[in-house]
């Protein structure tokens, strides 16, 4: 088996220097982490299965065409690595245009920052399909993609339609938006966006809340349900997960007692004395907060002069988009915000902060997180936030505070910490103060807990959780897919519908011949359909029956000079070819006028459902309301109607966003039995969508051939994913 990680940036960068490519780790959470996990793949552990891999991503530099193959060939052997190359240009607007000017901002709530610009979505989308055809050189049958972050949101579709049977995973690294924040995006673009992820088996975030706001965009944006997590997306079904990602745990535990770690403290320690150590290190972002968590030690230094010249704050800044303008304007203000406080504050023997504007190699940082008393981590948002795990990670004597947002996803999983909100200026005071007087005991009692958790989640535990779920989503599929009209089957349709003497075709109309729409109205025949239904009713023994929940005026104006017979109102009405309408049982609907005001009363509550009133049963829609409000007010209405007429001759049905009460006693399954019992067929096959149609499939002879259209289980035989897969079935039947 082989993985292919795909990511914006390769985990190897190419740097052009004199003329020839050099090579050099990249840094950064992502490849950092998966470096650890692809380690340990190749470690020698006999019960992990040993897996190929591959890493797709942008190698860092624009490279000239000449140099391409050379490239390729050098990245797949040395580094098992697979390059994607982009222009300058399309890198400036699809890296700082839309994924760093549109997307970040917007999903980590600066909305005031985002930029909505076409010409950036469009080199978005291409980059996206670039990345698709470098994938799709490489990609095996029996390949595990996993896509990550931001960048690529477009990619698991692009994917999924060039072969269907990939298993494809996608891990967002950074907060989903709430609905409100989400829906800000142009129509198309979030529309697409969406679509895009759904191309995925499996779709993972940090923690529940994100997992939540994007099913609940998908509802209200896609109109797609969930449940339990999982729906069906097209032809597929995605599975919605939560696995909060981990560190190398024992990496950073190991780390403190190595020679060149013990030199970087020992320099350290004679540089700052004994006073406390205050550590706060971020790239450059306005996410972090770290113009906040300066204001907040202001003020702590303002309410606690007893503090002057013992404690010091190290302030770590690492250099991140340069390009765009809001950093630059964040680096001179947090430039400008040190040299007040350590203007007002400072002594000559005593600087309030050290400030870096750097990134810190390996063996430093690890010292720094060993020395340090207090972390001070406090993003305004972030998806998980890996310094403070391996804060903790370091504390090998339990010794240390960590204070965290609670805007951090890291938060859900490190509650012994001291919890702030990163927005309260004197909550980050009183924290910082209740950090430095906090009893050694408490520290190691907390620190200890949330290492033992921190272990048992690392991130090799992370990647594997991951992997073993698309897995076994895929079993899952297997057995799906095990249901639906494969080839074997349609050729035996086929045969026995060529070799019968005497035909029986009963077709459900909406969501079975024509896809759903917002309104029954809008769901005429097409004139494509109008043939296709007069050419079956033409075939030699044919009884083609069209069995439908409409009115029997609607199904005559759009049906009736087609050879086709007809039933109306699920059962209630029959018409024969050249005859008029019947009844197949006696009905009254005296009880009618006493449900209209109970659903009058619940359209009035909900905007955008409305009322079908048919001769036998009325039916309430609800396609056109608010999904999240409509779904809640529908199950209301189902339990009222129930109740109301538990003692009337009515049934209640809850359809494809459609509650519907008619007549008890009479169903599509009794219009079915009406057919077989006119003659004997040796061929039967009957197709529809909703749970209406299962009384038919039910009621027909088990040698009848009978078609679920949609992903669903069914009492019927076969499955195929969507109308337009029926339509061919029909078509091919009768060349």
């Known amino acids: 088996m082989r993985l292919l990680i795909v ?42 299965p040993k897996i190929e891999c591959i890493w797709v991503g942008w190698p860092g530099v624009t490279v000239e065409d000449k140099l391409k193959d050379s490239l390729k060939s050098k990245m797949q052997s040395d580094f098992h690595a697979y390059p994607v190359f982009l222009s300058e240009r399309s890198m400036d607007k699809f890296y700082y245009g839309f994924s760093n000017k549109t997307l970040w901002p917007l999903f980590h709530y600066f909305t005031s920052y985002v930029q909505y610009d076409e010409d950036y979505w469009i080199n978005y989308k291409q980059v996206n399909q670039k990345f698709c055809d470098a994938i799709m050189e490489i990609a095996r049958p029996d390949d595990i993609i996993w896509v990550h972050d ?13 072969s269907l049977k990939l298993r494809l995973g996608f891990f967002l690294h950074i907060p989903f938006p709430s609905f409100e924040v989400f829906r800000q995006l142009p129509s198309k673009w979030r529309k697409e966006i969406l679509e895009g992820l759904l191309g995925a088996d499996l779709i993972g975030f940090h923690t529940y809340d994100y997992s939540e706001y994007f099913l609940r965009c998908v509802q209200r944006i896609l109109g797609i349900e969930h449940n339990m997590d999982q729906l069906i997306a097209g032809d597929h079904l995605v599975k919605v997960d939560v696995f909060p990602m981990g560190i190398d745990y024992q990496k950073f535990a190991n780390a403190i007692m190595h020679p060149d770690v013990q030199e970087e403290k020992y320099v350290l320690r004679s540089i700052l004395e004994d006073r406390k150590v205050i550590l706060s290190l971020d790239r450059l972002d306005y996410s972090k907060g770290i113009i906040n968590r300066l204001q907040g030690y202001e003020l702590f230094l303002k309410r606690n002069p007893q503090w002057h010249g013992k404690v010091t704050l190290i302030l770590i800044v690492v250099p991140s988009r340069s390009k765009v ?24 023997n005593w600087i309030p902060i050290l400030y870096h504007y750097k990134f810190l190699p390996f063996n430093l940082l690890v010292a720094l997180y060993s020395i340090s ?16 795990k391996e804060f903790i990670a370091t504390k090998t004597d339990g010794k240390g505070v960590l204070i965290l947002s609670e805007m951090a996803g890291a938060s859900k999983e490190a509650r012994e910490a001291i919890v702030i909100n990163p927005n309260d200026i004197e909550e980050i005071a009183e924290a910082l103060k209740d950090a430095l007087e906090m009893p050694e005991e408490l520290q190691v009692r907390c620190n200890r807990t949330i290492q033992s958790r921190l272990k048992r989640h690392d991130v090799i535990h992370w990647a594997d959780d991951f992997l073993r779920a698309i897995e076994s989503l895929k079993e899952e599929q297997k057995k799906m897919d095990a249901r639906m009209l494969g080839p ?30 917002n309104h029954p109205k809008n769901a005429m025949p097409t004139e494509e359909l109008k043939i296709l239904l007069k050419l079956l009713a033409q075939q030699p023994g044919m009884e083609s029956i069209l069995i439908s929940g409409r009115d029997k005026s609607v ?23 050249n005859e008029d309408w019947k009844m197949l049982k006696a009905l009254n609907n005296e009880w009618k006028p006493k449900i209209l005001p109970l659903l009058e009363m619940y ?28 779904s809640i007010i529908a199950k209301e209405l189902v339990d009222d109607l129930v109740n109301f007429t538990a003692n009337i001759d009515v049934q209640v049905l809850q359809g494809n966003k459609v509650v519907e009460a008619r007549n008890a006693g009479l169903n599509k399954g009794d219009a079915g039995l009406y057919w077989t019992a006119k003659d004997e067929y040796d061929f039967i096959l009957a197709a529809g969508d909703d749970l209406t149609d299962e009384d038919l499939f039910k009621a027909l002879p088990e040698a009848a051939y009978t078609i679920k259209v949609g992903n669903t289980q069914s009492y019927a035989k076969f499955n195929l994913y969507n109308h337009t897969e029926l339509i061919k079935l029909l078509q091919e039947l009768i060349r």
């Open 7 to 48: 990511s914006n940036r390769l985990p190897i960068t190419v740097i052009k220097e004199g003329g020839s490519l050099q090579f050099q780790e990249s840094v950064g959470g992502l490849a950092s982490g998966l470096r650890s996990y692809l380690d340990s793949l190749n470690g020698s552990s006999l019960t992990k």
């Open 150 to 162: 931001y960048h690529l949101m477009l990619l698991p579709k692009l994917l999924r339609e060039r």
């Open 555 to 577: 199904l005559q104006n759009w049906f009736g000079g087609l050879g086709v017979n007809l039933v109306a109102e699920h059962g209630v009405w029959v018409r024969e070819k």
């Open 325 to 348: 303008e809001q950093y630059q304007q964040m680096k001179k203000h947090i430039d400008e915000f040190v040299g007040r406080i350590n203007g007002r504050c400072g002594k000559m």
């Open 488 to 517: 074997s089957s349609k050729e035996r349709i086929f045969r026995d519908f060529r070799e019968s003497k005497k035909k029986l075709l009963l077709l459900d109309y909406d969501g079975t011949l024509v896809p759903i729409v």
């Open 603 to 630: 359209t009035d509550r909900l905007p955008g459902s409305f009322i079908e009133e048919k001769e036998f049963s009325i039916a309430w829609h609800y396609r056109m309301a608010d999904p999240e409000r409509a």
């Open 373 to 388: 008393d207090v972390a001070l981590v406090t993003p305004l948002r972030d998806g998980m936030n890996l310094i403070a």
